[in-house]
């Protein structure tokens, strides 16, 4: 592995509040939000940094994955498709893969009215490139994002909050407003809408039934409020959701309590009400697998809700249809149409405002779970961004303004005995809930769907209903992730590569901290390593000792006499110790450290301070060697002699260094005062001596930095100018630049490497003077300091935006494409790969294997794949599917139904998810019809009646299966170019497998 090696890409810090509604988790649990004017994109199950996107000039205020739509033909890969929004009105449509921008587009350029909403409508037949946009005006309007223009544009409503798509019915959209609601019921992407229903929330006039057991005084009404009307629901809304669990049921939240409304009856149905002392509401996310609600609240604490039934419940269950399956009971999710116990159901019924207060008695939503407060992550709990995971419903993405992110699951704490309640969890050892067979145990991915089971199961099969326990849950962290610190002061790149330490050699990079810490970054990986709370003052600067030891320095803030409390630390990062010097001084007030500068031979360093001479310490023991007086002059900047200048010169005194049993050696370095005046000064043991001094030119500023490298010496001043000193052919030469100021210089690492950057106020150049000073690059733009990453690549930091950007030395390159080789930690996503054919290849290996007797996902030595890359590729994303996906697919009850589900989940593709869900249930309602009720099979043996119902109605009869077996070269063949069979095998479909 070359750590070397180090892509260009942006290391983020912390959020704004424009960046509060920025994020948003897609169904391969990649993480999108926006930090100041960056997109960053997470992989939150690793924790870890995938990519970074800049093209916004503002704020980003919205981002949307893709919904991802099977792909029929190779023509058109998987991709990994983000729209983005900023303050500005611009989006963007980024393939994340390759960090390019594929369109953008202004939709708004009144900063007054910012967009609140962008949302994929590709569910739509042929419109997969379609993108709807809400503006704060009101103005929805349709673009086509593959060619950057808008389908239609239309006025709806005269201030908009937020915008809403059914989740059972894609035509139909909710839009809020700023004092009442828009239903359009015939959204589409080709044409405007032209059915708009305004709906206003009203408190009941009298003469409405009584509904004091639920205290709901909230209905939907046609009619506006009366002008005497001030105080309306609307006016306290924090926002309004779609339930995924029952039709026509919108739930509005407040900051005490959650409204369930009913759009057909246009009544309250059913409420959550907070507890007195209870930290109120901050957001809420409702699940489609459960009938549950996950609540954010202000203090940051995580709560989880679920639905209970009343014991007195008047519901029939006898035709009630559980459309799910449980066969491995992770995956298989509860598709959209589900019916099972809904409130639509029954709501669809009752016309009558009476009979819709009795039904929403019957149920109510029970605490079963509330996450411990953490204090220390966050101060600013609103803008807090909170996201479910899509395939298990069972993780909470929390994002922090502070940079922070946390996955929390919510797992099973303690079990009982089932009593009144409905809600249970499968035993650990005994029958399955679907044949009640004593199979082989497959492990479960922990999802909502595998800890609670159907309630008409429990009700109407008393075998199983005496086998299950009620289920208690707890929330525990299994992900974090952490950007840069809120407040960064500093940064220093580590030792350069060598071939000493290439054994060794990590791209190692330290930031300093407003708050006392270091924050240690593997460049490489783009992610913190290690986090060390140093100092009880602000990190002002940071000098490496060796590749895992490093000084760090800072101070207070100055007092009106401009005197501070200094603070110097040694830092060992293999064991975390931290030694505190200048323990005496601590106290003191004293002039700011400027500066510590290490000898080249790790002998010596120097402490530099603003308002008096420098300090001469030993860096073995630690201790000053020299405190130089008064007369001394001050220093302004100052040099360290490289190793190959200093030679291996033993010192003439024979003090030896303790530990080491080793002699001091001679160094050299080169210091200049406020007066321009440059000094050489020799660095043997406890002695300074002053070899030589030289007075510059008069055009030349004071000297604000220094650089040295074999026979070169680069001198900066404040006045922009650059001198250069040949040591070897005693040349002197100087160079004037208009861009102000020089803050910092410094030679690049490598050996005949003499490319120097030169930082200014607002401008940053890289010249190579090894070839008459030509200029490499340059980029106007103000950035606080600079550091050599390795000879080919630049770290910048802003201190104003607050994030570092790694650029290569021409700064046309901001990031690079995704590399799965320089992930920390391997992950399965077929979106990144190089081409497009093994992601279908491997799809179908998964699906189906009709030319073996008995599936197994990991063997596919016997297909023919003329590619040897294909091959590869193909092998290698197999090993990174986990092994208890893997166990799932061997052991697939259902067969390919059940394997297809399986694949469309780890490809994250929510219709395939859907579409395969719902088969599910009819292919095993049809299974039990063909092969009879369960309990003819209980004189049937085990091991039997498990092969009967564990049959795959894929498996096509012994003539197609031979037509298979001899057909599978041709299908994998290049040579193959059937249009009908290539477009079935790279759609992943079991359709060229003959039924």
């Given at each position: ?787 050599w990453v390795n000879p080919d690549k630049l770290c910048l930091l802003n201190l104003s935006e607050g994030w570092l950007r790694i650029s290569d030395l021409a700064f046309l390159q901001e990031n690079d494409v995704i590399k799965k080789e320089q992930l920390s930690t391997p992950i399965f996503c077929p979106h990144l790969m190089q081409q497009s054919k093994p992601a279908f290849l491997l799809r179908t290996l998964l699906q189906h294997h009709p030319w073996l007797e008995r599936y197994d996902a990991s063997s596919f030595e016997d297909v023919s794949i003329p590619s040897i890359s294909v091959r590869r590729e193909v092998s290698n994303s197999l090993m990174l599917i986990p092994d208890l996906y893997i166990s799932m697919l061997n052991n697939a009850q259902f067969g390919v139904a059940e394997r297809c589900c399986i694949a469309s989940v780890l490809y994250g593709d929510s219709n395939e998810h859907l579409f395969w869900s719902l088969a599910l249930y009819y292919l095993r309602e049809f299974s039990r019809v063909r092969k009879g009720n369960l309990s003819k099979l209980d004189e049937v043996e085990p091991e039997a009646r498990l092969k009967q119902l564990r049959s795959d109605l894929f498996v096509p009869e012994r003539d197609a299966q031979q037509k298979i077996t001899s057909s599978r070269e041709c299908l994998f063949s290049p040579d193959h170019r059937s249009d009908s069979t290539e477009e079935n095998l790279s759609s992943g479909f079991p359709g060229s497998i003959p039924m």
């Amino acid at each position: 592995m070359s750590y070397n090696h180090v892509q260009t890409r942006y290391i983020h810090g912390a959020l704004t509040n424009a960046n509060q509604f920025a994020s948003d988790l897609s169904w391969l649990g990649l993480l999108a939000f926006g930090s100041r004017n960056l997109i960053v994109v997470v992989h939150a199950n690793t924790g870890q940094l995938i990519q970074t996107l800049s093209a916004h000039h503002s704020p980003v205020i919205l981002v949307k994955w893709w919904h991802e739509v099977q792909p029929y033909s190779t023509n058109v890969p998987y991709s990994l498709k983000l729209a983005s929004a900023d303050s500005t009105g611009m989006v963007y449509v980024w393939d994340v893969k390759d960090a390019q921008a594929l369109t953008y587009f202004q939709v708004s350029s009144n900063p007054k009215q910012p967009l609140v909403h962008i949302e994929w409508m590709n569910q739509h037949e042929g419109c997969r490139d379609s993108l709807a946009v809400l503006t704060a005006s009101g103005i929805l309007a349709v673009w086509n994002s593959g060619t950057g223009s808008c389908i239609w544009r239309r006025n709806v409503i005269e201030s908009a909050v937020s915008l809403l798509i059914d989740p059972f019915d894609y035509t139909r959209m909710l839009i809020q407003g700023s004092d009442h609601f828009l239903l359009i019921n015939d959204s589409t992407p080709y044409k405007q809408p032209q059915s708009f229903n305004q709906l206003y929330l009203r408190f009941p006039p009298q003469g409405y039934p009584s509904h004091n057991k639920l205290n709901i005084d909230i209905h939907l009404s046609t009619e506006k409020p009366l002008k005497n009307e001030t105080n309306t629901p609307h006016q306290n809304l924090l926002a309004v959701h779609f339930s995924k669990f029952h039709r026509n049921v919108i739930l509005l939240l407040y900051r005490f309590n959650i409204v369930f409304l009913h759009l057909t009856g246009g009544q309250a149905v059913s409420q959550i009400t907070l507890d007195k002392g209870t930290s109120p509401f901050l957001k809420i996310v409702t699940c489609r697998q459960r009938d549950a609600i996950y609540g954010l609240h202000e203090n940051c604490s995580l709560s989880f809700r679920l639905q209970q039934c009343n014991k007195n419940s008047s519901y029939n269950t006898e035709t009630e249809i559980p459309l799910e399956t449980h066969s491995n009971e992770l995956l298989v999710a509860s598709p959209n149409i589900r019916t099972n116990r809904s409130l639509s159901t029954h709501l669809e019924d009752r016309n009558s405002c009476a009979s819709l207060y009795s039904l929403a008695s019957e149920f109510y939503y029970e605490l079963k779970c509330q996450a411990d407060v953490i204090r220390e992550v966050t101060r600013n709990g609103r803008n807090v961004h909170l996201n479910l995971c899509h395939s298990t419903e069972a993780r909470i993405v929390l994002l922090y303004p502070e940079s922070k992110m946390q996955v929390w699951e919510l797992t099973p704490k303690s079990l009982g005995m089932a009593g009144s309640s409905t809600l249970a969890v499968h035993q650990s050892i005994g029958p399955n809930p679907v044949d009640m067979t004593r199979g082989p145990k497959v492990a479960k991915v922990n999802s909502l769907s595998s800890y609670l089971t159907s309630e008409t199961e429990l009700l109407t099969n008393e075998t199983y209903r005496e086998k299950c326990f009620i289920i208690t849950f707890t929330f525990s962290i299994v992900s974090y992730y952490e950007g840069l610190f809120h407040n960064p002061t500093c940064i220093r790149m580590g030792p350069a590569m060598t071939t000493k330490n290439r054994s060794v050699y990590k791209p190692f990079l330290a930031v300093g901290s407003h708050q006392g810490r270091v924050q240690i970054f593997n460049l490489y990986y783009h992610t913190p390593q290690r986090t060390f709370s140093v100092l009880n003052c602000p990190v002002t600067g940071i000098q490496w000792t060796s590749m895992y030891s490093m000084l760090v320095y800072g101070h207070t803030e100055p007092a009106l006499t401009g005197q501070v409390r200094n603070e110097i630390s040694y830092l060992d990062l293999t064991s975390g110790e931290s030694v505190t010097l200048r323990k005496g001084h601590l106290s003191e007030a004293d002039s700011p450290i400027e500066s510590i500068k290490v000898s080249s031979l790790k002998q010596y360093f120097l402490v530099v301070f603003r308002d008096k001479p420098l300090e001469y310490w030993d860096l073995f023991t630690l201790t000053p060697l020299r405190i130089l007086s008064a007369p001394n002059p001050i220093t302004t900047a100052v040099e360290w002699a490289p190793a190959n200048i200093t030679g291996k010169i033993r010192a003439q005194h024979t003090q030896k260094t303790p530990g080491k049993g080793e002699t001091y050696q001679q160094e050299v370095y080169l210091m200049s005062d406020i007066d321009g005046i440059l000094y050489q000064i020799v660095a043997e043991g406890t002695t300074l001596r002053e070899a030589s001094r030289f007075s510059p030119e008069t055009a030349m500023g004071m000297v604000t930095s220094i650089s040295w490298k074999g026979d070169l010496i680069v001198i900066g001043d404040s006045d922009g100018n650059l001198s250069l000193w040949d040591t070897k052919t005693k040349k002197y030469k100087m160079l004037q630049s208009a861009r102000g100021g020089i803050k910092q210089l410094r030679i690049g690492p490598g050996k005949g490497n003499f490319k120097i950057f030169i930082l200014s106020h607002n401008w940053i150049e890289v010249k190579d003077m090894a070839n008459n000073s030509e200029l490499c690059g340059q980029l106007k733009q103000p950035f606080d300091t600079c550091e050599w990453v390795n000879p080919d690549k630049l770290c910048l930091l802003n201190l104003s935006e607050g994030w570092l950007r790694i650029s290569d030395l021409a700064f046309l390159q901001e990031n690079d494409v995704i590399k799965k080789e320089q992930l920390s930690t391997p992950i399965f996503c077929p979106h990144l790969m190089q081409q497009s054919k093994p992601a279908f290849l491997l799809r179908t290996l998964l699906q189906h294997h009709p030319w073996l007797e008995r599936y197994d996902a990991s063997s596919f030595e016997d297909v023919s794949i003329p590619s040897i890359s294909v091959r590869r590729e193909v092998s290698n994303s197999l090993m990174l599917i986990p092994d208890l996906y893997i166990s799932m697919l061997n052991n697939a009850q259902f067969g390919v139904a059940e394997r297809c589900c399986i694949a469309s989940v780890l490809y994250g593709d929510s219709n395939e998810h859907l579409f395969w869900s719902l088969a599910l249930y009819y292919l095993r309602e049809f299974s039990r019809v063909r092969k009879g009720n369960l309990s003819k099979l209980d004189e049937v043996e085990p091991e039997a009646r498990l092969k009967q119902l564990r049959s795959d109605l894929f498996v096509p009869e012994r003539d197609a299966q031979q037509k298979i077996t001899s057909s599978r070269e041709c299908l994998f063949s290049p040579d193959h170019r059937s249009d009908s069979t290539e477009e079935n095998l790279s759609s992943g479909f079991p359709g060229s497998i003959p039924m």
